[in-house]
């Protein structure tokens, strides 16, 4: 019999990519959506598997609906995905990235301890919780000073799975994930509104592209290799928390860059600072250390940022090519 997994979040960027490694895995998929007017499902047309996914509908917001898809997929494995995911929303949706990032995670928890208590769960927490760095190179015991409403939000998340472990005994772990990216991101992330950009400029559908602080550093990894940090966490016989990230950081700067010199630009002709896209509290940097993922986990990023830029502009010169 395969093995029954569900994922919340399975539209998003993380979502799709976890989706195809544990489909290509033999499971059995199911995934969480909420009903929204727009398409939502355009990251797995593109990896081929929108119709290999068993839709459940509901809302983390909504513990009924979440647990009547925890009922229905009876699934050995949940991995919480989903979230109000954009740092800088968070300003203006305080409230509901609480409920969402912070008390949904309560509420697939709850579901798991009333009706599938065997079940293995993966929590997504984040880097952004470490905000205001305690360490240069930030690991499993580095204190967290969260930024962010977001931040905030996520940390309670994290702090949550870690007590419904130690006091229900739930396989229950988090991967304080570092900023990972891909060709399915956002527009609204930064690496992507870069990338898009770019595309846009050159084929001259676009002059400029305006952002905030380019000197901030991150460090970025691809999402295709983060989500099989996952699913290594889940296949551990003890639950445990890891830092998922490259060991590298990188400024905003020097990502553009990269992306601008991939298609024989300079960034410093097109790139316009703009104050509105400066944060309230900013992360001036982040820098993670893997070394707990790599000896316990047996995972490494295989991906570098220059190959990861190259793979995101192409993908948007096709798409933008193609409007």
């Not at 979502?15 to 939502?40: F, H, I, M, N």
């Not at 990896?47 to 983390?60: A, F, P, Q, T, V």
């Not at 995911?85 to 995670?105: K, Y």
């Amino acid at each position: 019999m395969s093995k029954r997994a569900l994922v919340t979040g399975v539209t998003g960027q993380d979502g799709a990519y976890l989706a195809k490694l544990l489909l290509d895995k033999g499971y059995e998929v199911y995934g969480l959506v909420a009903r929204r007017s727009s398409d939502t499902r355009w990251r797995l047309r593109e990896l081929g598997i929108e119709s290999r996914i068993n839709y459940l509908e509901g809302d983390l917001a909504d513990a009924c609906s979440i647990q009547r898809a925890v009922i229905k997929a009876k699934p050995h494995e949940i991995y919480n995905l989903g979230a109000q995911s954009f740092v800088g929303s968070s300003w203006d949706q305080p409230v509901t990235t609480g409920i969402v990032d912070g008390l949904g995670v309560t509420h697939l928890l709850e579901a798991i301890r009333q009706f599938s208590p065997e079940a293995r769960f993966y929590q997504a927490s984040t880097s952004e919780m470490f905000g205001l760095i305690q360490a240069e190179k930030q690991d499993e015991s580095t204190p967290f000073y969260p930024r962010s409403p977001y931040g905030v939000a996520k940390l309670y998340g994290h702090w949550i799975t870690i007590n419904y472990r130690e006091s229900f005994n739930l396989h229950a772990s988090s991967g304080i994930l570092f900023n990972h990216e891909s060709p399915l991101r956002g527009i609204e992330f930064v690496t992507r509104k870069v990338t898009d950009a770019v595309a846009r400029i050159k084929l001259g559908k676009q002059r400029e592209l305006r952002l905030g602080n380019i000197d901030a550093k991150r460090d970025w990894g691809f999402a295709g290799d983060y989500v099989e940090a996952m699913w290594l966490m889940l296949q551990q016989d003890k639950a445990d928390d890891y830092v998922v990230a490259t060991g590298v950081t990188t400024t905003v700067r020097d990502m553009c860059q990269l992306a601008f010199a991939h298609v024989g630009l300079d960034y410093q002709e097109h790139v316009v600072i703009d104050p509105q896209f400066f944060r309230p509290a900013e992360v001036e940097v982040l820098l993670g250390n893997p070394g707990k993922a790599e000896r316990q986990l047996g995972w490494r990023p295989t991906t570098s940022l220059e190959s990861l830029i190259q793979m995101m502009v192409e993908a948007d010169l096709r798409r933008v090519g193609r409007e």
